[in-house]
């Protein structure tokens, strides 16, 4: 490759779109583990671990172009509590939005979140072997619908949380596969993620290019 070559390689992939693989199942059935998936460079603007061709901390705080996720959105950014690590989850909570799990149901602002039951879903359980799981598509406030598993029937350790107001400027996520999601649900000094700030999102996940998964996944399929 020449240099032009090169210099535009990666310019795309600061810029505009860069690979990453879903490392763990918490996104399932969205996201399998082992999936590669495109994310969005450019969906939020730029911040230093969205567009840094330099280490993060050598460059300064703030967001250039700066645009807000939706609820629904699947995010990728740098785990807030080492800025370093990349994580994918879905903004379920925007700045100033109450979020409490009751139960193993969604509420937000103190309304629960509409889901509708569809056939069982298959995934490794604790145990690494396949299990049914209970399997939704869940609507948020705004529309946006995807589905969700819950491997333990609304009964996890998450599955019941303090109510959580999410600050400015900052957003609440959490994994589509409700009992096996280190989330904003576990704060960062329990080893979670807690609140995400709006500087460490890099980017939107937009396709999967490879699925490990076969369950029939179209090639380039849009993430949603």
Do not use: C
């Not at 779109?17 to 082992?34: C, I, N, R, V, Y």
């Amino acid at each position: 490759m020449d240099v032009w070559g090169l210099l535009f390689a990666l310019f795309v992939r600061t810029f505009l779109f860069q690979p990453f693989t879903a490392s763990s199942g918490a996104m399932e059935p969205t996201l399998a583990p082992g999936d590669i998936f495109v994310g969005a460079k450019y969906a939020y603007g730029y911040s230093r671990f969205s567009a840094s061709l330099l280490p993060a901390d050598r460059l300064p705080l703030g967001r250039l172009f700066a645009l807000t996720p939706n609820r629904g959105d699947v995010v990728i950014f740098k785990l807030p509590r080492d800025n370093q690590t990349d994580y994918v989850k879905r903004v379920i909570g925007l700045p100033g939005d109450k979020v409490q799990m009751i139960a193993g149901r969604l509420y937000i602002n103190g309304a629960m979140v509409e889901r509708e039951a569809i056939a069982p879903y298959t995934i490794e359980g604790q145990l690494g072997k396949p299990v049914q799981a209970a399997h939704y598509i869940e609507t948020l406030p705004g529309g946006a619908s995807y589905e969700i598993v819950e491997i333990q029937g609304g009964k996890g350790f998450l599955a019941d949380t303090p109510l959580f107001e999410t600050p400015p400027e900052h957003y609440f996520v959490m994994g589509d596969n409700r009992d096996n999601s280190t989330d904003s649900r576990v704060p960062p000094e329990k080893g979670g993620v807690g609140f995400v700030p709006r500087d460490n999102l890099e980017g939107r996940a937009a396709r999967v290019i490879f699925s490990a998964a076969s369950r029939g996944r179209p090639f380039f399929a849009a993430i949603r």
